[in-house]
């Protein structure tokens, strides 16, 4: 049994989805990072980094924080979603590596300084913005010559799906067809569309009261614990 610890945010749908994918048993834990319960003392013990998603495996009590290593376990564990033969395996790491420290990490400042912080620094929303519309053309351009992002569907998917599948911040999925068309194939699948539900009533609905973003962008998180 695999206990899974995550919100509906894009980090913790990659766990779902792959949980679905794999067939693996799973219990949802939600954690409201809204209310700061990700920096509680129980979950640090399972997440010391404070983030979701992790995981426990409860076939032998390994704990795992960080998306891309839980995807990597999950699919090593299964023998699914990420071949071994060479070179298609590293092709795998290697764009679960561009999702983990590219394509996420900068989709997310885009969101953060243009829709929840407009105004704070026009360098920042600049910046980000910029060097998130390069990330979608490289994405676009390599689904204009395979498939899927690592060649054949797999955890590469899972990592980039959920941070383009709903654009956001003027992006027209227009200008990127091949990416249209991958995002539209990802959609319809079955297990993805079961894991995009976990935890979907759980979603803010309108805009963060002032304790919100006090726990997500205050002092909270930067605390000592």
């Not at 995807?71 to 590293?90: N, R, V």
């Not at 929303?125 to 390599?142: C, F, I, N, P, S």
């Amino acid at each position: 049994m695999i206990e899974l610890y995550a919100w509906s945010t894009p980090n913790g749908r990659k766990v779902s989805i792959m949980l679905e994918e794999v067939g693996l048993p799973y219990r949802v834990h939600a954690i409201d990072i809204a209310k700061g319960e990700q920096f509680a003392p129980s979950f640090a013990k399972i997440s010391p980094n404070h983030k979701i998603p992790a995981i426990v495996d409860t076939d032998n009590g390994l704990h795992l924080m960080e998306s891309g290593a839980i995807l990597l376990y999950l699919a090593e564990k299964t023998g699914k979603l990420w071949p071994q033969e060479f070179p298609a395996k590293w092709r795998v790491v290697e764009w679960l590596m561009w999702q983990m420290g590219g394509q996420g990490p900068f989709l997310g400042q885009v969101h953060h300084f243009v829709k929840f912080n407009p105004g704070k620094s026009a360098y920042a929303e600049e910046r980000y913005t910029k060097e998130a519309r390069r990330l979608w053309r490289v994405l676009d351009q390599r689904l204009g010559d395979v498939e899927y992002v690592a060649g054949a569907y797999s955890i590469a998917d899972m990592a980039t799906f959920p941070w383009v599948r709903n654009p956001r911040e003027g992006v027209d999925l227009a200008s990127y067809p091949n990416l249209k068309r991958w995002i539209d194939a990802i959609a319809a699948r079955p297990a993805v569309q079961r894991g995009l539900a976990v935890l979907k009533d759980k979603t803010r609905q309108g805009p963060m009261d002032a304790r919100q973003r006090e726990v997500l962008f205050g002092n909270t998180q930067y605390q000592r614990r």
